[in-house]
C-alpha cells in the first residue's frame, strides 16, 4: 500500500524534473559535438581565456558549478573503477584510479 504510493509518487516528480532539466539542457547539442558533427558548448559556459576554477554564475538561471565538487567525484568514481582491477591490491587500484580520474578532469 503505502510503499507503491510513495514509490508512486517518486516516480512522477522524477519524471516531471527530468523533463524540465531536458527542456533547459538539451543533450543532442552534446551528442553531436560528441561524433563531431557539431560545436562544442562548454560546460560551465566560461570564456575561452577564463578558467572553470573561478567560474562565479552571473544570472539567476545560470548552473551553480564548483570545479572543487567536479574534482572531488572524479576521484570517487576513479577510486571505484581502479579498485576493481584484478592484477592489482584493492587499496593501491582506488589511489590510482582516483589519482588518474582526477588528472583527466
Known amino acids: 500500500g503505502e510503499l507503491s504510493r510513495a514509490l508512486g ?7 516531471q524534473r527530468t523533463t524540465s532539466v531536458r ?3 538539451p543533450t543532442l547539442v552534446h551528442i553531436k559535438a560528441l561524433i563531431g558533427q557539431g560545436p562544442r558548448k562548454p560546460f560551465p559556459p566560461v570564456d575561452a581565456e577564463s578558467s572553470p576554477w573561478r567560474y562565479e554564475p552571473i544570472y539567476e538561471d545560470d548552473p551553480d558549478f564548483k570545479m572543487t565538487y567536479v574534482l572531488l567525484a572524479m ?3 576513479g577510486s571505484f573503477c581502479g579498485g576493481n582491477v584484478p592484477l592489482l591490491p584493492q587499496w593501491m587500484g582506488g589511489i590510482i584510479g582516483a589519482v588518474a580520474f582526477a588528472s583527466f578532469t
Do not use: E, G, S
Open 9 to 15: 509518487l517518486a516516480f512522477v516528480l522524477t519524471l
Open 23 to 25: 527542456k533547459d539542457n
Open 75 to 77: 576521484a570517487l568514481v
